[in-house]
């Protein structure tokens, strides 16, 4: 199902409310607006939309946001430097507020099992823009002869299953290995909590950290593995 753009803004204002970004607006130090049209909280949103609309100009995502609005359009330039006021710190700190698990009881099945929240690892990789401050820090794929088109960063994501909703993430340049990220992301687990993994994270240290944070497991096995048996069940 494709949303129209009004949706998609309605969406999003619902999801980081004004509120909640005035609240890390405060934390980060960041009250003076770039423009009297550009306040602080409405270039967060700008930023977020960008991903939205990634096919729009700048001065079009405006546009989008103020469709009524009386006055002109700000500049791109004006807008770049806008987006760049922004800076890391105050969206990973949006994110850590904004993003929850949303599972509940009465939600479908598919989101628990036995009463434990189902959760998985979900792993991908995103281009970033060219620029030579993404090549070092993330690096680009492929052969030195036949490098990739834009430099990549792989995610690692702890997912609550049943909402897809990307609980806590690790974002890393893309040669990182998967076991490694997948560390980082398990010390986030809770008693309540069903872990399902693919084969290849199964191995006797992930194991044992899952079960010291009070967690279940529920993974795939290798046809080598050799177990043998505890008890046999009905």
């Not at 204002?13 to 960041?30: A, N, W």
């Not at 792993?123 to 036949?146: E, I, W, Y």
């Not at 079960?211 to 290798?222: F, T």
């Amino acid at each position: 199902m494709r949303c129209s753009t009004a949706e998609r803004v309605a969406a999003l204002k619902q999801i980081v409310s004004k509120p909640d970004i005035e609240v890390v607006l405060r934390k980060c130090g960041q009250g003076t607006a770039p423009c009297r049209r550009l306040p602080r909280w409405f270039v967060v949103w700008f930023v977020i939309s960008m991903a939205l609309f990634c096919r729009d100009s700048y001065r079009q995502l405006f546009r989008w946001w103020h469709r009524f609005r009386p006055g002109g359009t700000p500049g791109r330039s004006m807008l770049c430097e806008a987006r760049r006021s922004v800076g890391v710190a105050l969206l990973r700190l949006l994110a850590e507020q904004v993003i929850q698990r949303q599972a509940q009881p009465d939600t479908p099945q598919e989101a628990s099992y036995g009463g434990m929240r189902l959760m998985g690892v979900a792993s991908f990789v995103v281009d970033v823009p060219d620029t030579l401050a993404n090549d070092r820090a993330f690096g680009q794929s492929g052969s030195g002869r036949s490098p990739a088109t834009f430099p990549q960063a792989g995610v690692r994501s702890l997912c609550e299953l049943g909402t897809h909703v990307l609980w806590k993430s690790l974002i890393k340049p893309h040669r990182h290995g998967e076991h490694p990220m997948a560390r980082h992301i398990r010390r986030f687990l809770e008693e309540n909590m069903l872990l399902l993994w693919d084969r290849n994270f199964l191995f006797f240290g992930l194991v044992q950290h899952v079960r010291d944070r009070g967690a279940q497991l529920l993974a795939r096995l290798k046809s080598k593995r050799i177990f043998p048996p505890l008890s046999r069940l009905a």
